[in-house]
């Protein structure tokens, strides 16, 4: 009787065990297949975000490309005809070089305006304002 | 446990069974995992197993300013897999559904084609399926078979490339009509394939083309920047090994090992893309006003020797370098450094600054240039002849603002032929000039001193007997301009990566001194002679600034004889002379002058000289060298000094 009950105990933590081993090994099971269902599911989002990033990529070097050619000499050059714009290139031609100081000058053109303010007497619009402003020049 | 369970028969039977289904199970296992294993792995990895290259990008070009000059973008080759649609309706088991279907897919394709501009039955004529004769050893799908064991085609070409944006319309399924309104997801039209592929665009164009070269169609640098530093543009393709699945695609998760691709690193020039669209008109007006058959001007910075603009005419489109050219493969050819011509009295600031740094002469010595000949070692030699009839002596100035022949053949006789060679030498004659080599570079034609003839001491000096080429009699203007030294010319001026992060910068390189600094600046001076009034080319005068150049006017040896109706014409030149910013070459080779007569260096050069001095005085901000100019200067610098 005592044998008969020690081998059922046995049997029964055997099977217990075995129960044990099966359970344990499915939940494994489904853990690994769990993760490996996200992996797969992780590396596919990264796979949709890469083919994402290469399609903005490949966009953004047709816009570069497309802006690139409308700022080209030619292009800009067209435009200013189609748009009757008139612009011209600058050439030397154009520029009148001045060469008195920028201070005299500026000062002579200002005080001009300011003294016809006061006399219309010509000869005192011409030379007072440059005695005026002289004082007024930075120091060098 | 019942005894009729432990002795049944049929339980024995049973287990007899499992067991030895498990034998079954067990020795399949051994086979496939053991004897058949290698055989098994290379069908799996055949089936499943592919090696993914990762294209790099190419590297950008760019100019000086950060304008893109060559750059890469996809492109997407179109084709049509006529047998889709016939796919598409065999899996559709319902008559009715299916006829909704194939008007379907007729409203897509004429959508379609008017996406693409097309005409519909230009775009239905790709639609025909269409077989071949399947290949010795080709291992065809059952499925790409028809019944007659023809291979089908399912990739028909119909459109070369479509941009990226246009490729994205084209297979947004929302932008055809659909046989089902109410679709979850809307499809394209049934065997609509886009093939992606890189392609090299020049934004600019034609602008530089001689200078950035391209890449042909196999994606191999041909000439220019794009060969040159192609070591730096190329980048290095990455792979990845990975799975796919029955339909083909990558099975991300399976990617075992990765190498990334490298992009190419970018290379910025020196050249300027505003200067060269300036040169290239100017080439243009040169070219419609006096029709030669080439003409090279080259624009530089006077101290570094870095090149600013250089261009050729006939010249091409980047992107369509093997279209049909007026010029033929002519227009191909960097001129500037490929061709040599005789230069003529460009050359004769060799004889003059040799002889004054020597200490031979002064600006002021005085020679008879009314001479026939004169004696050399004892020998008369003839001296060659001239334009003009020079009564009294030229002084040395003299002789360079006339340009005269015999002056510049006595100064060679006073250096003598060792020395004359050495400074021809040293201004960079009979090598290379070291620029990137863009295009294969020819170093000219200077014979050694000791093989010179007996004419040739009074014949090199003015130029004639030797050759080089545009680029040469450029930079041996430019030992003037930048105080005696020879430069090398340079056209990249950086490397960066591809985050935009330079790694290497280019400086200005002095391959070694020509003449002293005292004999630039005095040549310098004597130069300005020949822009004034007296000088032979005033047209290439700027008011307002001091201009030093020279003019040339070359016989053209034609069938082994001079012409007299043949002519390269040239003036060399840069400004302002005291401080010089900007060296300007001007070579047309055999203009014909609109109102007849020879195509001398002043009518034909010079003026365009004047023109593109004129203009790049305003881009590049350059001053003239005057007392009455300082106080401006001062006041734009805001008062400090």
């Known amino acids: 009787m005592k044998t008969l009950t020690k081998t059922r105990a046995a049997a029964s933590l055997s099977l217990l065990a075995a129960v044990v081993l099966i359970g344990s090994g499915g939940v494994t099971g489904v853990g690994i297949v769990w993760a490996r269902q996200q992996i797969a599911a992780t590396a596919s989002r990264a796979q949709v975000l890469k083919k994402r990033l290469d399609q903005a990529e490949r966009s953004l070097a047709e816009l570069n490309t497309a802006l690139t050619a409308e700022q080209t000499a030619p292009a800009l050059e067209r435009r200013n005809v189609e748009w009757q714009l008139g612009l011209v290139p600058l050439r030397e031609p154009q520029v009148v070089r001045v060469a008195a100081a920028d201070e005299q000058l500026f000062a002579g053109r200002r005080g001009r305006g300011l003294f016809t303010d006061f006399t219309p007497a010509a000869n005192l619009a011409l030379s007072a304002p440059s005695a005026r402003f002289a004082v007024n020049l930075p120091r060098r | ?388 009839v020079f009564a009294a002596p030229l002084s040395v100035a003299e002789i360079i603002s006339h340009s005269s022949n015999k002056g510049a053949a006595q100064l060679g006789m006073l250096l003598g032929e060792e020395r004359l060679y050495g400074y021809a030498r040293a201004f960079g004659f009979g090598e290379t000039t070291g620029l990137p080599r863009i295009y294969p570079e020819t170093p000219g034609l200077l014979a050694n001193w000791k093989k010179w003839s007996g004419s040739d001491i009074t014949r090199i000096p003015m130029g004639h007997t030797v050759a080089a080429t545009p680029l040469q009699i450029h930079m041996a203007m430019g030992v003037i301009a930048s105080g005696g030294e020879l430069l090398r010319p340079q056209l990249v001026r950086e490397v960066r990566d591809a985050a935009g992060v330079a790694i290497y910068n280019f400086g200005r390189d002095v391959r070694h001194r020509a003449i002293s600094e005292t004999t630039a600046r005095t040549m310098a001076q004597m130069l300005m002679g020949v822009v004034s009034s007296e000088g032979t080319a005033p047209d290439a005068a700027i008011p307002g600034f001091e201009v030093a150049g020279k003019t040339g006017t070359t016989q053209k040896l034609v069938d082994g004889q001079y012409s007299s109706t043949h002519h390269v014409a040239s003036f060399v030149g840069f400004f302002p002379a005291s401080r010089p910013a900007v060296v300007i070459s001007v070579i047309v080779d055999d203009g014909h002058p609109p109102g007849g007569g020879t195509a001398y260096g002043r009518l034909v050069a010079a003026p365009s000289f004047k023109r593109l001095g004129e203009q790049l005085i305003s881009y590049l901000d350059i001053k003239p060298v005057s007392a009455s100019a300082t106080p401006g200067l001062f006041a734009l610098e805001g008062g400090r000094r």
């Open chain 2, 1 to 388: 446990m019942s005894r009729g369970f432990s002795s049944s028969y049929r339980i024995r039977l049973l287990a007899a069974l499992v067991l030895a289904g498990f034998g079954v199970v067990g020795g399949q296992l051994l086979r496939l995992h053991i004897f058949d294993r290698a055989a098994r792995l290379a069908e799996i990895n055949r089936a499943r197993h592919e090696v993914v290259i990762e294209r790099a990008r190419r590297g950008d070009i760019f100019d000086a300013h950060g304008d893109t000059l060559a750059t890469s973008r996809t492109k997407v080759a179109l084709a049509i897999d006529p047998w889709a649609l016939d796919d598409l309706l065999a899996a559709e088991k319902k008559e009715p559904r299916r006829e909704l279907l194939r008007l379907a897919e007729q409203e897509k394709r004429v959508t379609l084609a008017g996406l693409l501009g097309m005409p519909v039955a230009a775009l239905e004529k790709y639609y025909t399926p269409v077989t071949r004769d399947p290949r010795p050893d080709e291992n065809v799908d059952s499925h790409n078979l028809t019944s007659e064991g023809r291979v089908k085609v399912r990739f028909v070409k119909f459109n070369e490339g479509v941009e990226e944006s246009l490729y994205t319309r084209l297979t947004d399924g929302k932008n055809y009509p659909q046989a089902d309104k109410k679709t979850s997801t809307p499809t394209p039209p049934a065997g609509l394939v886009g093939a992606r592929y890189s392609v090299r665009t020049y934004p600019q164009g034609q602008l530089a083309a001689h200078v950035v070269g391209f890449i042909n169609k196999d994606e191999q640098p041909v000439t220019g920047v794009e060969s040159f530093a192609d070591f730096y543009l190329r980048g290095a393709d990455g792979w990845r090994e990975s799975d796919k699945d029955g339909r083909g695609r990558e099975l991300a998760q399976f990617r075992t090992r990765e190498a990334p691709a490298a992009d190419g690193y970018s290379v910025v020039l020196s050249l300027d893309a505003a200067v060269q669209h300036m040169v290239e008109q100017e080439l243009t007006q040169v070219a419609t006003k006096f029709q030669p058959q080439k003409a090279t001007i080259i624009v530089s910075d006077a101290h570094t020797g870095f090149i600013l603009a250089l261009a050729n005419w006939p010249t091409f489109d980047l992107n369509n370098y093997n279209a049909p050219n007026p010029a033929g493969e002519r227009a191909l050819r960097n001129v500037a450094v490929a061709d040599y011509l005789e230069p003529g009295s460009t050359f004769k600031i060799v004889a003059s600054s040799g002889a004054l740094n020597e200490g031979l002469v002064s600006p002021q010595t005085r020679f008879d240039c009314s001479l026939a000949e004169v004696m050399y070692n004892g020998k008369s030699r003839a001296l060659p002849k001239e334009d003009h």
